[in-house]
């Protein structure tokens, strides 16, 4: 596997004085968004484990096309159930052939098909915002209490995203990468209600999934003990973790170390290896009398090593899975981390070691 190289920062400082938002709890959501000249479609997933029913339920697409009226909405049919989790794709604006399969809707094309004689418009893979609201009402449209969910991709400004951010499903100043050909942006569900910002549970998608989980094969197993020196000057066991799962097209992923100072000339090695060390492996670390440190990845087979300067309270390593196709699926890497002083006469010549884990890329 090839290292990608580093080209974010961390932004830790800047997510702790952002505010955060607390979503409303959130059963069928908006799943996977395909604006791709291959079909376009929208598809939800029910992650409780009841039915609902749709029928009075709408999707909302805003749109920053100009001229056009850039606010279209899309009542489902009456009868329209959505099984304990299962999913439902809903291919918009688009004509269906004869009877509709489970599991799929079409939109049609008409101005008939859409509420308020507004009609529809095709999704844009640059950018578009689509909002799942709970009510067919056409006094109700600028309300937040039927927002249910809501996602932005390729832009922010869009029309009634400030209603959204009203009722707590996003934030104004972000949005989702805009997908490039033949990918869809596609969302996590096990962290959607963890994150800090409701962005941070999409990602691009280069092989999409309709009908199907949007994470498959991701690992992040941890192991090895972490350890520190005496007189080290951490805030305590420096923990190795990752910012997010290791998905292709994740632009966000990447790996933390904690409890790392930032303020006495520390940096960080990061090694990479093919495997996890043998049973037995000797380790190459300086031995301390009473100290039990000992690299849990095969020092022998190391791919990278990266060195960077430790930063206050949590030092992040961007390692951005995006514009890499499939090839990185299924890929594996065993990461350590050794937080150390390059001070002259420091001592001890490295702080602590972090425990160790396996990173396998899913989709």
Known sequence: MTIPTITRRAAGLLLAILPTITAPAQD???????????????????????????????????????TMPQNYWWPFPAGTVLPAGAYLRVNWFQQGAGVPQPGELFTGTTAYDFLFGLGGEALQRDAGAIALLSSQSNELMNSSSIFRDWVSWGANGFP?????????LWNVTRHVPAPSVGASIARDPDIIDSVVFPDEAWFVDFSPTPGLPNVTGAIVQPYGD??????????????????????????????????????????????????????GLPSILPQYSGVGCHEAIDTTQLVATWLLPATILQTTVPMPLDGYGNSLIGAELHAQALVIELLPFSYPPYQGLTNALRVVVGQ
């Open 28 to 66: 069928v959501c908006l799943s996977e968004v395909h604006p791709g000249v291959d079909g376009q479609w929208i598809e939800l997933h029910n992650r409780s484990a009841q039915s609902v029913d749709l029928s009075n339920y709408t999707l909302h697409l805003c749109t920053l096309t100009p």
């Open 226 to 279: 972490a350890c520190t020196l005496p007189g080290n000057h951490l805030l305590g066991l420096p923990q190795l973790g990752v910012t997010s799962l290791p998905l292709v097209g994740n632009g966000d992923f990447g790996i933390q170390i904690s409890n790392t100072t930032g303020i006495y000339g520390e940096f960080v090695l990061i090694g990479f290896s093919a495997a996890m060390a043998p049973s």
């Open 160 to 168: 009634r995203e400030f209603i959204a951010a009203d009722a707590g």
